[in-house]
């Protein structure tokens, strides 16, 4: 295996994502734009797997846990009672030379642009987009799009009581966009303008909040921990106490060692009553939950993790890129990307495009798989050039469909981690690859 050098890794991992498919620049042709990006027809799978993978863990196989899918602009007053209108700010400085504005922690006494040290004293703005809502001038309402997608989650705290049979401890989940008016978007997607998020809120009784904290913790680092393979990567970082808000005891971030250093995946965050109390606040309506069994009524506490895809992405793409030396002056680039998460689970590969009978057995193969898993049809150039063009967007099986294949109904499987094949009979792919 070949060292990548962690200081080439974002560089190699960005010209990769664009050459195959997975992510490209917004609005290249003109110019592009700081902070957007496109996913290609590669990255798209893998974003919506991870999405899959995410729901699956969340969602699908917990009892307590239901899902929302809420807007991305809401009445502008539940951004007052949040405290994002207020509080959802960032500092800026200016260089008085270049006028390139930067987040104070991303300079390090030199501008990056133009190698000034002369700065203007850090000023504060808000990150929130606005937006209005309305057709007439002078009718209109100023909005705003969401500054994190956890909000529509306690609007529909009450709803999803009075419309399902849940009762506390219960969570509501949600993956949705996001809008941040970065100062200085970087790092590919690590920080964008627009972005998702997989939030889930956990509501508790206040007694028993602090097992509930712990109980997310183990969960969320064991996601990661199935998700990374290089898990000596990831770590928890507690917030300094000095640091937390008022209404919060504690919190946490899952980080991933990312080129640059230690970077955020998630939060899991101790909320308490704030967010229910706040909008029952500022809307006029009862947020408390009343106990079916015991009465007892009261606002629920709340456990947080949220987390962003594009960043999860991000960091599976540097877990996954390797370089490895094949000998005889050969080499391979290659995804070693978590199997649920490639874009494909397989590609068909027809040992030769010319051969009728062949190709009519490849697309019988095609046929029968692409039934339940995303496969790849692939038969440009000799073999060779196919297995590294999939090895590339981190496809884990290939499978060849050759002159035997229309003598006993086998074909060549080829594993790409270990690049070891065997033959396999075409009725046993499906639970071979399953």
Known sequence: MLDVEKNDLLEKVTSLAKRRG??????????????????????????????????????????????????????PKVWEASGHVENFGDEVVECKKCHQRYRPEDIEGKCPKCGSSDF??????????????????????????????????????????????????????????????????????????????????????????????????????????ELYRKQENLRFRQHPKEK?????????????????????????????????TQHSKFSGKDLSYTDPKSGEKYIPWIVETSGGVDRTLLMLLFDAYEEEDLGDGNSRTVLKIHKDIAAYKAAIFPLVSNKEDITKKARDVFELLSEDIKVIWDDRGNIGKRYRYQDEIGTPFCITIDYESLENDTVTVRERDSMKQERIKIEDLREYLS
């Open 22 to 75: 997975i992510i490209y620049p917004n609005s290249e042709i003109y110019g592009g734009i700081g902070g957007f990006y496109d996913y290609g027809p590669v990255g798209v799978e893998m974003k919506n797997n991870l999405k899959r993978y995410w729901w699956k863990d969340m969602v699908d196989r917990r009892e307590n846990v239901v899902g929302i899918d809420g807007t991305i602009i809401t009445h």
């Open 120 to 225: 203007t004293e850090p000023r504060s703005y808000n990150m929130l987009f606005e937006t209005e809502v309305g057709v007439l001038e002078g009718a209109k309402m100023k909005a705003y799009l969401r500054g994190e997608a956890c909000q529509t989650i306690y609007l529909d705290f009450k709803n999803v009581v009075d419309s399902t049979r849940m009762q506390v401890p219960f969570g509501i989940a949600q993956i949705g966009k996001a809008f941040r008016n970065e100062i200085t978007p970087g790092k590919l997607t690590y920080r964008s303008r627009e972005f998702e998020q997989w939030d889930m809120q956990f509501f508790v009784h206040p007694d028993e909040m602090e097992k509930w904290f712990k109980y997310w913790m183990d969960e969320r680092m064991r996601f990661y921990k």
């Open 244 to 276: 937390l808000v008022f209404y919060a005891k504690d919190a946490y971030d899952v980080e991933y060692l990312a080129p640059w250093g230690w970077a955020e995946n998630e939060g899991i965050h101790w909320r308490s009553d704030y967010d229910l």
